[in-house]
């Protein structure tokens, strides 16, 4: 690893005010992504501003009909949390199988959401529940925010404080892991919910999370297991590699909707 | 003496877990010297690439870098080439083609990780930056990863001596008899079979710390090493580091090795050189990463194969062509694998007369491979036992009677293939596995299985290895450049306690335990009593090391010989002072007693006796202490019947091992507790091969499974709960009557799940690894040609 300056912010304006004073600066939560990279020198920054002390961008609440997750809450906290529990079971559900308990136990929603990692699982989950992005300058809504591979709205310094979630009638996340890393090969994140139905499939989208239309077309007038397998979910923008073909992904995310529609 | 809570046949808990389980363990990594700084490589980023020029000024300028040397120096100071140790010629005569490797490349990169030059400095961390501020500039040559592409007109010369990247192109058996009893068969079986490369991921990784005494000149190497004193001896005769004398190498706690810590790799002979070069201590350990492009690689055969059966299931003939990719350069032992490890075991459990097989090996531009836990045997019984059970398919028989048909029943039997099997009883093994799996079962099970969808399927495999490696003379006459005896030293000290010396060197195994075991059974002592010392060439005199099943055949029948010659003398001992005969003397309940009288002395005086020398009998040397050389006179022959049922879910392809069931033959069992670890072990990186596995590279040579996040390991929750049987018979060539047991389930288990799942999704055409969508696609062309009919 490359030397980098450790810096523990206490509020929003300290973070700020750090990542002004070093352009090279990254913000840090959970580390689980970009301690790993700065360790394979993929990543060398500066300084490293330390979020996870800020008062507010950690823990779970109910405001009213919405869900708000702090930034800096854990995988392992937001799958224990009663208030999620309560609001949508599918997220703690989600939440409890992104990677290994050591991940969940130091991985963020947050950092995971500013990365969006063609094969992370909460961008599904944003996207499909019609989640918003709270940041220290904006909020916004998660149809704007993801942006192809690990590619996001967030400006250069923004810092994202919490995410916004409003209830769901009905919602699963079922994924299919890749062998090796346990990622989603294939995810598929199905909600019901005011604006109508949406699907959300991570970790086989060329351009990363993205919404299948022949899944959400399919399962608007027939809301079946069946219907989901029967979808004319073509292969074309999909990924290939090693683990999985277009083809085979293709497959998957059929099966993997057919049975988050039975889950939800 | 019978001994029963802790001799042979005792489960007895492993003295070393304490310190390992509590992190009191002792490896490399954890030896911390003075003045000691760090190792970083500059490896190249190219399969195969002229290096035209290395700057490093940029490195030496930064403050804490120690000094960065390259390949000129190294080869300028005298450092040798490495070398593959075992010579073996192809079939019209002419030596193997070996290829120069420098343990830092001057002219010529050839695989992806291949190191350039090294970097010695104050900190780790710093190492790899300044590693990174070295400037090489290369000039890429067209690469080759595939052992069938190497071999093609188009594809690019790795090394100038071996032409279309040839190394040999080697035969065993007889073409004539193997066509004509294919010619005279009533079916053939014909498949084409790869053996997936994989990559041997110890836990820990490989490391080194070598420190130079100016004064004495003399080297001191710790390291990860399955075998020392052969590191010990190669350094010297062939590396130039330093003479035997000027080199103690220390294998300390080891953790783990599977092949891949036999070897004498670049970076252990740098680190030597480097710490000589700097007068600073030198240590390297790699990262999983660095592992994965510098820890040799197993298996990647490509072959095929030809069965024929007579009206009545009899082998009449097997022919096989074999393709192996030993990467850019020739490992140590690389040689032996695809041929003296490998095509020697192909006529497998079975009475075949007619056998041949042609093996060329070649270069490619990938990391070297060597010997992987079964080393060659796994890709034989992986090529035998598929098609076993393909062509029980085929000819409408069960599997196990196919087998059954063909069966060796009377031993010695020997192969045409060079083996001589001395033991085993095939039937029984079967049976075993037959009834612990309860195959008789299977047809329900499926049934019930298909109601919740899934494709329930049962495959068998039934193994032959050869293990104990090896009689040093036989070894010789195929080319071995060693002999694979073991030497053991027994110490009993003057108040009586027992000290081991052994050159078998355990990482992973628990020798400190069933060593002990044996001899705490021998004298009837508390087996704490008894401490085993190995791993350091400056305590044991020599040893050859502990990889192919052999600590047990070979490095216990040592320690028994040595036994042999300490209980001797002890009998003289006890027989002079208690005035009675040698004959009449029995050790027993920890003394040394006249047989029938209360005449006794505690082993412990014996012990003293020896030592205070008072009253010894007239000419005998005081102290007791002896040492032995055993040389095994054959290989052991371990074999067994392993059926694994799996269930694949058609959807998705994913298969779970439901049940896997184990009826192993391995001779004497010391501990059996310790045994079916080693089967569990070996089982789980079998699985794991079967069905997870396998190291990538694309076209250009870069490896794409680089780290686990595209390398699939095994995990406990992947693994079923095993069911382990032994149905034994004594092996008649050593004292102890052992086999050996540390590859079995490696070697054994890949065609068992393969065949399981082939059985449960209806088609033959599938390989490993038999990933979700391996096994997807597979079930894709059985429907796409159920509906071409
Ligand atoms: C072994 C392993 C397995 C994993 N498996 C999964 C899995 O199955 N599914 C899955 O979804 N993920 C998985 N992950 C990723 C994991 O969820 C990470 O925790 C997550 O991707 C990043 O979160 P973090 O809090 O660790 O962020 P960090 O690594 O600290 O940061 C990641 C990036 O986000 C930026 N960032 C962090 N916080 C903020 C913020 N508040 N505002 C703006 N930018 C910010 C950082 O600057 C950095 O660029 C796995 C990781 C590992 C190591």
């Known amino acids: 690893m490359y030397p980098t300056k450790y810096t523990k912010a206490a509020s929003i304006d300290d973070a700020v005010k750090a990542l002004g004073a070093d352009e090279e600066a990254k913000i840090l939560s959970g580390g689980q992504t970009l301690i790993a990279t700065m360790k394979q020198h993929l990543a060398a920054p500066t300084g490293l501003v330390d979020v996870r002390s800020i008062a507010g961008m950690v823990g779970t609440s109910l405001d009213g009909d919405t869900l708000v997750i702090g930034a800096a809450t854990t995988h392992a906290e937001v799958a224990g949390s009663a208030e999620v529990q309560k609001h949508t079971p599918a997220l703690a559900c989600l939440a409890s199988g992104i990677g290994d308990p050591a991940v969940r136990h130091a991985g963020t929603i947050g950092g995971s959401v500013a990365n969006n990692d063609p094969a992370a699982d909460y961008p599904a989950a944003l996207l499909a529940l019609g989640a918003t992005v709270v940041t220290n300058q904006r909020e916004i809504g998660a149809d704007d925010f993801f942006d192809g591979l690990f590619g996001t709205a967030l400006e250069e310094g923004e810092i994202i404080t919490a995410v916004k979630f409003p209830k769901a009638q009905a919602a699963a996340y079922v ?22 139905i949406r699907v959300t499939v991570t970790g086989a989208g060329d351009e990363g999370v993205f919404r299948s239309e022949a899944l959400e077309a399919a399962l608007t007038g027939d809301w079946s297991e069946a219907a989901a397998k029967g979808a004319d979910v073509s292969a074309e923008g999909l990924m290939s590699d090693i683990h999985g073909t277009a083809a085979y992904r293709a497959n998957l995310i059929k099966v993997m909707a057919a049975r988050a529609v039975a889950a939800a | 003496m019978a001994n029963g809570a802790t001799g042979i046949g005792a489960r007895v808990k492993r003295k070393e877990d304490k310190r390992f389980i509590t992190g009191k363990g002792k490896y490399t990594d954890d030896v911390r010297m003075e003045n000691q700084a760090y190792a970083a490589f500059v490896r190249s980023p190219h399969a195969h690439a002229n290096v035209k020029s290395i700057d490093k000024s940029a490195a030496l300028a930064m403050e ?39 343990a830092l490349a001057t002219q010529k990169v050839r695989y992806v990780g291949d190191a350039v030059a090294v970097v010695i400095a104050d900190t780790q961390a710093l190492a790899r930056i300044a590693a990174e501020a070295v400037e090489v500039e290369y000039e890429e040559l067209p690469a080759v990863v595939k052992a069938d592409k190497a071999l093609t007109k188009s594809a690019p010369e790795i090394h100038d001596n071996a032409p279309g990247n040839l190394i040999y192109n080697w035969e065993i058996g007889d073409a004539a008899k193997a066509d004509a009893g294919l010619a ?35 080297y001191t190497l710790y390291t990860t090493s399955q075998n020392p004193h052969v590191a010990r001896l190669v350094l010297s005769a062939f590396y130039n580091v330093a003479p035997e004398h000027k080199l103690r190498v220390i294998a300390p706690d080891v953790g783990g090795g599977f092949g891949a810590k036999i070897y004498i790799y670049p970076e252990e002979i740098t680190c030597l050189w480097a710490s000589m070069k700097t007068n600073r201590s030198v240590k390297w350990t790699s990262d999983r990463s660095e592992a994965f492009i510098t820890d040799a690689h197993g298996r990647d055969h490509i072959s095929t194969a030809k069965m024929g059966f007579d009206e009545n299931g009899k082998i009449t003939g097997f022919k096989v062509d074999t393709i192996a990719n030993l990467g850019a350069y020739m490992s140590l032992f690389s040689s032996s694998v695809p041929t003296y490890l490998y095509a020697t075991l192909l006529s497998g459990q079975y009475d075949i007369q007619n056998l041949h097989a042609n093996v060329r090996a070649v270069y490619t531009n990938t990391v070297p491979v060597d010997a992987y836990r079964g080393a060659g045997r796994p890709e034989a019984c992986y090529l035998i036992e598929r098609m076993m059970e393909t062509a029980a398919r085929e000819m409408g028989m069960k599997p196990a009677e196919l087998r059954a048909r063909n069966f060796v029943r009377e031993f010695p039997h020997e192969t045409p293939v060079i083996m001589t099997y001395d033991s085993g009883d095939f039937d029984a093994n079967l049976a075993q596995a037959e009834e612990a799996a309860d195959v008789a079962g299977f047809p329900a099970r499926q049934a019930e299985a298909a109601k919740r969808g899934k494709l329930r399927g049962l495959g068998y495999s039934c193994y032959i290895e050869a293990c104990g490696i090896a009689p040093s003379a036989a070894v010789g006459g195929l080319g071995a450049g060693v002999g694979l005896w073991e030497s053991a030293e027994v110490r009993v000290n003057p108040v009586g306690t027992i000290e081991i010396l052994t050159g078998s060197h355990s990482h992973g195994q628990g020798h400190e335990t069933t060593f002990a075991q044996i001899v705490a059974e021998r004298f009837d002592l508390p087996l704490d009593n008894v401490a085993i010392v190995h791993g350091d060439t400056d305590k044991v005199q020599f040893g050859m090391g502990t990889y192919g099943s052999r600590s047990g055949a070979v490095g216990m029948s040592a320690i028994v010989k040595a036994m042999d010659k ?25 003394e040394v007693k006249v047989a029938g009288t209360d005449k006794a002395l505690g082993w412990h005086e014996i012990g003293l006796a020896a030592y205070t020398a008072h009253n010894l009998p007239p000419e005998m040397e005081p102290g007791l202490k002896e040492s032995a050389f055993y040389d095994p006179s054959n290989f052991t022959f371990p074999a067994g019947c392993y059926i694994c049922e799996v269930e694949v879910d058609p959807d998705t392809g994913t298969t779970e091992v439901v049940q896997f069931t184990a009826s192993d033959d391995f001779g004497t069992i010391i501990n059996p507790m310790i045994v079916e670890g080693q089967v569990h072990g070996g089982l789980a990186q079998g699985i794991g091969q079967a069905m997870m596995e396998q190291v990538i590279y694309d076209d250009d040579g870069q490896l794409i499974t680089g780290s686990y996040m595209d390398y699939t390991m095994p995990r406990a929750a992947d693994l079923p709960f095993y069911s382990v049987h032994h149905a034994s018979t004594v092996c008649p060539g ?6 050996g047991c540390g590859e079995a389930g490696a070697i054994g288990s890949p065609p068992a799940v393969i065949n399981a799942i082939t059985d449960a999704i209806g088609n033959n055409n599938l390989s490993m690894p038999a990933t979700p969508q391996n096994v997807w696609n597979a ?5 796409a040609s159920q509906a071409a009919e």
Request: with cysteine; proline share 5%.
């Open chain 2, 64 to 102: 804490g870098v120690v000094d960065v040397l390259d390949g000129h120096q190294l080869t300028g100071d005298g450092i040798g080439n490495i070398i593959c140790g075992w010579a073996v010629a192809s079939k019209d005569g002419s030596p193997m083609n070996m290829g120069a490797w420098s």
């Open chain 1, 175 to 196: 994924k299919f892991r890749q062998p090796a890393s346990l990622f989603a090969l294939v995810g598929v994140f199905v909600a019901k919910g005011s604006d109508g």
């Open chain 2, 566 to 590: 300490v209980e001797a003398k002890v009998r003289k001992i006890a027989a002079h002072q208690l005035e009675a005969s040698e004959d009449d003397i029995v050790i027993e309940g920890g």
């Open chain 2, 734 to 739: 050593n004292p102890l009557g052992m086999k």
């Open chain 2, 184 to 218: 005279a068969a009533k079916h053939i079986t014909e498949m084409e079979i790869t053996n997936n490369r994989v990559s041997p991921n110890p836990m820990e990784p490989r490391s080194a710390v070598a420190t130079y005494d100016e004064a004495e000149e003399h």
């Open chain 2, 779 to 783: 079930l894709q062309a059985v429907t």
